[in-house]
């Protein structure tokens, strides 16, 4: 496909490793944000091109990983309601709550649904006016403009059957919190190309300055990454911290406007909960008191939810960057993909996942 | 998640007061709103997420890219 082959070229992919090799002195820990990336990575073996010396760690750029139990929990409650049409992206099904997951609902008799866009939910919504349509709406920057849409046309249609349960997560405030904990060990990000093509580069720019590391924005096929790589670690070598937009084809410096002013007139930032890794201020997005009616946590009254996580569990520390799936006691034992115990089993871009799809066990 | 792709545009309509289009990927081709992407017509590529085009592919910066990493490739 157009835009796609041309970026996995297997003999320009080992010139830009020969060429990393060539530019490298001394050890980097670099971490790519996006899951997406991660699964690219371990996908075509590109960790394994690189220098030994060249440590690329796996960030929490993964929404259904880090969507906090607690909304996970509540999701199911609601799913349970009679009348009620649960809609969901696909990967969200078989994460685990305390008790269950979606999946299990839907083989209990739950109308559970799996849609490509949250604007086919308004499709549902239209053709089941006696039902309740709740779409659990999960993503970072890159998915709000189309989940803020779907609040917007149901507003516009003088729709009232149709609510999100809303869990969007900030990529920013995030690598903030990497950035200070005590056991931060990168030294430069691979930032998510897609979330910058909405919301540009202007607070990668401030980090960068900030924490002096380098941030390359970088797009999602094997050479947008290993190229990615190549500046952050010219970079490192030379002593820049700057933000650079390797992913020039898809993201403006501004990022995209239009999508902007959507997901300002439907969302507001608020303090949001990230699974394993605790609260984060101002890392989220919640409905705008305007589009209350809209807002499922609000319509649903959910009783007091008391979670319940696996101890044994680390993906906290694996999107933190601070493990490696395969430092798990659990990992491909008690947890694999059919049975997770943790959420970054379950997603394609989760660590944890794709290290077991791709045979990386040790 | 942030999982888009590359797709062509090959009609645009509008819909409910929304600008969709028909984007062709390989060989599918599926619905997509167009309402965050006003700028891109038939023909232009771009770039889509969860049936919601967020940006239009730069045909120029795309092409200087790979021109870059294929002179790279072309190295010794």
Known sequence: MKYIDEYRDGEIARKIADEIRRVQTRPWVIMEVCGGQTNAIVKHGLDQLLPEAMELVHGPGCPVCVTSLELIDKAHAIARRPGVIFCSFGDMLRVPGSETDLFNLKSQGADVRVVYSPLDCLKIARENPEKKVVFFAIGFETTAPANAMSVWQARQLGMRNYSILVSHVLVPPALEAILQSPHNRVRGFLAPGHVCAIAGARDYRRISARYKVPIVITGFEPLDILEGVLLVVKQLESGRTEVENQYARAVRNEGNRPAQNLVEQVFEVCDRKWRGVGEIPASGFKLREEFRDYDAERLFDVAKIDTKEPEVCISGLILQGIKKPHDCPAFGTECTPRHPLGATMVSAEGACAAYYAYGRHS | ?76
């Open chain 2, 1 to 76: 998640m942030c999982l888009a792709v590359p797709g062509k545009v090959l009609e645009v309509r509008e819909e409910n007061e929304l600008r969709m289009a028909k984007v062709q990927y390989g060989e599918i081709v599926r619905d997509a709103c167009l309402a965050c992407v006003p700028e891109a017509e038939a023909g232009d590529y771009v770039i889509v997420h969860a049936g919601f085009a967020i940006s239009k592919l730069d045909a120029q910066e795309a092409e200087r890219t790979y021109e870059l990493l294929r002179e790279m490739g072309a190295g010794p």
